[in-house]
T-cell receptor, first 110, second 115 residues
């Protein structure tokens, strides 16, 4: 089955800095890679996703890149704000269900 | 409904008791998923439904765990003879259909504490 590794487990940045979270996956058949943001006491919310026929996707301050050859994908957040503080999960799927990374706790200090 | 609804939001139960967790997916969504999230951990897949059938039950950790879905809508996750290691947040999610790349929406979760 699929295995997803996510790094770093925690990331502290100053407001206005950029943040990068990286994930690798094992199954070359995986073709869909979403990112979720989870705030304390809430369920995960989809923030951006990318499919295997695309190398990069941007949505305002958030971007995701995918390297299918190397089997890794990354989340980039620019101009971070305190409200970006949360746990971020990457995931991958090619079959029935999403396999998640273990999460990155992002802390943005004012 | 507007989103995935789960109940109860919080449940404290004594070790050995049975618990039922309910999930009401987004209206019209045919695929439904259950995940478990232990403190500080990632999301562990339990089971998914396409309609009323469960093609993949591979994530259920033991035979104390079962789930059903009726009418292609509401699902119930049952944990029998609860153990302390069952303490976790149980997350339900749904998607329009079960196709890779279909957006999956999560509920707020049911926080289960076994004492």
């Amino acid at each position: 089955g699929e295995n997803v590794e996510q790094h770093p487990s925690t990331l502290s940045v100053q407001e206005g800095d950029s943040a990068v979270i990286k994930c690798t996956y094992s199954d070359s058949a995986s073709n869909y890679f979403p990112w979720y943001k989870q705030e304390l006491g809430k369920g995960p919310q989809l923030i951006i996703d990318i499919r295997s026929n695309v190398g990069e996707k941007k949505d305002q301050r958030i971007a995701v890149t995918l390297n299918k050859t190397a089997k890794h994908f990354s989340l980039h957040i620019t101009e971070t704000q305190p409200e970006d503080s949360a746990v971020y999960f990457c995931a991958a799927t090619g079959y029935s269900t999403l396999t998640f990374g273990k999460g990155t706790m992002l802390l943005v200090s004012p | 409904g507007a989103g995935v609804s789960q109940s109860p939001s919080n449940k404290v139960t004594e070790k050995g008791k049975d618990v039922e967790l309910r999930c009401d997916p987004i209206s019209g969504h045919t695929a439904l998923y259950w995940y478990r999230q232990s403190l500080g951990q990632g999301l562990e897949f339990l089971i998914y439904f396409q309609g009323n059938s469960a093609p993949d039950k591979s994530g259920l950790p033991s035979d104390r765990f079962s789930a059903e879905r009726t009418g292609g809508s509401v699902s119930t996750l049952t944990i029998q003879r609860t153990q302390q290691e069952d303490s976790a947040v149980y997350l339900c999610a749904s998607s329009l259909v079960q196709i890779s790349g279909n957006t999956i929406y999560f509920g707020e979760g049911s926080w289960l504490t076994v004492v």
